[in-house]
C-alpha cells in the first residue's frame, strides 16, 4: 500500500528553527509537496522536489531524498503566523496525490 | 498564478435538502478538477476526480448518487450534495491543476466551503 508518515505535532519558540519530517512509501514517485494549511482555511501551495536536495524559499526550505523516501520542511525565524498544519503529499506513478495526514504546528511566544 | 474560486464559503441547510458547491477555474482552463473532503482535525480525503465533458471517477466509499458532480465546462465544476444529513457536515474543497504547467505542476485549492446539516 501507499504510504505517506508525518508527526502530528509539534511546538517551536518563535523566531527560532522547526524542522517537521515526511517519509514516504508510494507506488513510484513524481514528485513531493509541501501544503500550510491554517485552521478552518484550504491548504496553499509551499513548495514541489522532484529532485534530491534542498530548495530554499524565503524562511521556507524543502529537503527531498529519494533513496530513503524522506523529505522534511525547515521554517525558520518561525512567526506566530506561521501556527498552521503542513501537509506533505506525493505525486506516484500515475500522478495521483497521495496525502500525509499533516503536523500541526504550534507556535508558542 | 493559478486562482480557483469555490462558492459558497459557507452553508448551512436542513436535513434532507440539497445544496450546490461551485467550482472555477479563474486564469486557466482545467480538464480535471479534484473534490476533496475534510472533518475537523483530519487530513484531506479525495471524493472524487472531476474530468471535464464525461463521468466523474469517485474514490471507495464515496456514493455518487449522493454526491452528484458536474463539469460542464473547462473551468467550472460542481459537487452537489443531495439529501444532505448531518453527517455530510464538512469542509468540501475542491481544486485543480493547471495542466500547461505540467502533470507535475502543483494543485491549486479553492478556498473551501464549510457545509452545516442541521
Known amino acids: 500500500g501507499q504510504n505517506i508518515d508525518q508527526p502530528t505535532e509539534m511546538t517551536a519558540t518563535e523566531g527560532a528553527i522547526v524542522q517537521i519530517n515526511c517519509t514516504y512509501q508510494t507506488s513510484g514517485f513524481n514528485g513531493l509537496f509541501w501544503y500550510q494549511q491554517h485552521a478552518g482555511e484550504a491548504p496553499t501551495f509551499l513548495s514541489y522536489?522532484?529532485l534530491d536536495g534542498l530548495e530554499e524559499k524565503g524562511r521556507f526550505s524543502s529537503f527531498l531524498s529519494r533513496s530513503k523516501g524522506y523529505s522534511y520542511l525547515l521554517l525558520k525565524e518561525l512567526q506566530m503566523k506561521d501556527s498552521a498544519s503542513y501537509l506533505c503529499a506525493v505525486l506516484d506513478s500515475n500522478y495521483q496525490l497521495i496525502w500525509g495526514a499533516g503536523t500541526k504546528l504550534i507556535i508558542k511566544p | 498564478g493559478a486562482v480557483v474560486s469555490q462558492h459558497p464559503s459557507r452553508v448551512i441547510c436542513k436535513s434532507g435538502t440539497s445544496v450546490k458547491i461551485e467550482c472555477r477555474s479563474l486564469d486557466f482552463q482545467a480538464t480535471t478538477m479534484f473534490w476533496y473532503r475534510q472533518f475537523p482535525k483530519q487530513s484531506l480525503m479525495l471524493m472524487a476526480t472531476?474530468?471535464?465533458?464525461?463521468?466523474?471517477?469517485?474514490e471507495q466509499g464515496v456514493e455518487k448518487d449522493k454526491f452528484l458532480i458536474n463539469h460542464a465546462s473547462l473551468t467550472l465544476s460542481t459537487l452537489t450534495v443531495t439529501s444532505a444529513h448531518p453527517e455530510d457536515s464538512s469542509f468540501y474543497i475542491c481544486?485543480?491543476?493547471?495542466?500547461?504547467?505540467?502533470?507535475?505542476?502543483?494543485?491549486?485549492f479553492g478556498n473551501g466551503t464549510r457545509l452545516t446539516v442541521t
Open positions: 481544486s485543480a491543476r493547471d495542466y500547461e504547467q505540467g502533470d507535475n505542476s502543483p494543485l491549486h
Open positions: 522536489n522532484v
Open positions: 472531476s474530468n471535464e465533458g464525461s463521468k466523474a471517477t469517485y
